[in-house]
């Protein structure tokens, strides 16, 4: 039971590169999510999903889009990455909307 | 949406002493979770309490949810206790935790 992973764990853009982050869980978890972690701060929302085949937008959306085309899985893409989104990206997933949440280990990001 | 004010925002104890840190949100909450992230970037869960009291060995949490606070207690610090310490809250008509700044805390030997 590894609970919720995240690949990869490190990586280095170029401005206007694009990547893809991808989120697993295997706790049959019917709630998805995508933060974002700045320096001294707390996690903001990027995107969420209730289920299979659904995305909804959070509290900073803009540049990302999200997909979860199978249940265990969430991807978290850049089309064009800018300096802006250098971050700490976690992952994280729940059984239902208040339940609680469990987090991945991040993924942190520069871009150059 | 939901204001989650932590306090301390920092703090610094010699091993084996006690802590209380402080958690106050600024709407009634169904879910509150807090959180231990290590110097290595990890967010470890350490209480979902909504109410009342839970205990995990040297770490307790209590929620007053009618006066809009949370408490994370620890006893008998240790040097592996050191990070910052967030609680959460997700706004009733919402799925996301809104995040404190947290607390960070570093325990010396």
């Known amino acids: 039971n590894a609970g919720v992973t995240q690949t990869p764990k490190f990586r280095v853009l170029k401005t206007g590169q694009s990547m893809t982050l991808l989120c697993a869980q295997d706790?049959?978890?019917?709630?998805m999510y995508w933060y974002r972690q700045d320096p001294g701060m707390g996690l903001r929302l990027i995107h969420y999903?209730?289920?299979?085949?659904?995305?909804a937008k959070g509290e900073v959306p803009d540049g990302y889009n999200v997909s979860r085309l199978k249940k265990q899985n969430f991807l978290l893409g850049l089309e064009s990455a800018a300096p802006s989104q250098t971050s700490v990206y976690f992952c994280?997933?729940?059984?239902?909307?208040?339940?609680?949440?469990?987090f991945g280990p991040g993924t942190r990001l520069t871009v150059l | 949406g939901i204001q989650v004010e932590q306090s301390p925002p920092d703090l610094i104890l010699q091993e084996g002493a006690n802590s209380t840190l402080r958690c106050n949100f600024s709407?009634?909450?169904?879910?509150l979770q807090w959180f231990h992230q290590n110097p290595w970037g990890q967010l470890i869960n350490l209480f979902y309490?909504?109410?009342g009291t839970k205990q995990n060995g040297r770490l307790s949490a209590t929620t007053v949810a009618t006066e809009r606070y949370s408490l994370l207690y620890i006893s008998s610090s240790q040097t592996t206790d050191s990070g910052v310490y967030f609680c959460?809250?997700?706004?009733?008509?919402?799925?996301?935790?809104?995040f404190g700044k947290g607390t960070s805390l570093l325990v010396t030997p």
């Open positions: 994280a997933s729940s059984l239902g909307g208040k339940a609680e949440q469990f």
């Open positions: 709407d009634s909450v169904n879910n």
């Open positions: 706790m049959n978890h019917e709630y």
């Open positions: 309490i909504p109410s």
């Open positions: 959460a809250a997700p706004a009733n008509s919402g799925y996301a935790l809104n």
């Open positions: 999903s209730v289920g299979e085949g659904t995305t």
